[in-house]
C-alpha cells in the first residue's frame, strides 16, 4: 500500500471514528427534583435526549453511566408515554413528568435479557407525560422522591410546557 492509499485510510477511519464521538457525544445540563414543599431530594447531570434517535437510543448498549447522572428525554407534547429497556444493560428508575413538571410516576427497569425484545417488559406513565428522566435504580428511594415532586430544569432548557408568561408552569 502506497503513501497516498495509507493517508486516505487514516483521514476516512478518523471520519469514521469522529462521526462515533459525535454521536455518543450530546449535551448536558444538570437537573434538580424538588418535593412539594421546595425541597430538593436529587441534583443530577444528565444528557439530553431531543432527536428521534436520541430518544429512541437512550441509556442502549451501556455498562456504565459514563460521568453522568441520567438521561433527560425531552418530547414537545404531553401524551401517555412507554419505556422499556432493550439492549439497556443498567437496571434505572424511570420517572413519568407531567406537562406542569410534576412527577405523575414512576417504575423500577431491569435490563432486558431478550435478545430479539419480544418479551421485554413495557414501562408506562400512569396519564400524559412530557419528559421523562432515567437514573440509575435505586436513585428515587435514596433520594425520597415522590409523586408530586417538581422537575426543574436550566433556565435555557425547560423541561416541560412553556405557560404564556414564556416560563415553565
Known amino acids: 500500500m502506497g503513501r497516498l492509499q ?3 485510510w487514516m483521514v476516512m477511519l478518523g471520519g469514521v471514528l469522529a462521526c462515533a464521538g459525535a454521536a455518543r457525544a450530546q449535551e448536558t445540563m444538570p437537573v434538580r427534583v424538588v418535593d412539594p414543599q421546595g425541597v430538593t431530594r436529587l441534583q443530577a447531570q ?3 435526549a431531543r432527536t428521534r434517535a436520541q430518544i429512541e437510543h437512550g441509556l442502549m448498549d451501556r455498562d ?3 460521568g453522568i447522572d441520567g438521561m433527560l428525554f425531552l418530547f414537545a407534547d404531553a401524551k401517555p408515554r412507554r419505556f422499556w429497556m432493550f439492549h439497556t444493560r443498567i437496571p434505572l428508575d424511570i420517572l413519568f413528568f407531567g406537562h406542569d ?6 417504575a423500577v427497569a ?3 435479557k431478550d435478545p430479539t425484545g419480544a ?3 413495557l414501562y408506562h406513565s400512569r396519564g400524559p407525560a412530557q419528559t421523562v428522566l432515567e437514573l440509575p435504580a435505586g436513585a428515587v428511594k435514596r433520594a425520597g422522591i415522590a409523586v408530586g415532586s ?4 436550566a433556565p435555557q432548557t425547560p423541561c416541560c410546557a412553556v405557560s404564556a408568561n ?3 408552569p
Open 119 to 121: 418479551t421485554c417488559t
Open 46 to 48: 444528565v444528557t439530553l
Open 6 to 8: 495509507r493517508l486516505m
Open 110 to 112: 431491569t435490563p432486558c
Open 101 to 106: 413538571c410534576r412527577l405523575r410516576n414512576w
Open 150 to 153: 417538581r422537575l426543574v430544569c
Open 64 to 66: 456504565a453511566l459514563e
Open 166 to 168: 414564556g416560563s415553565p
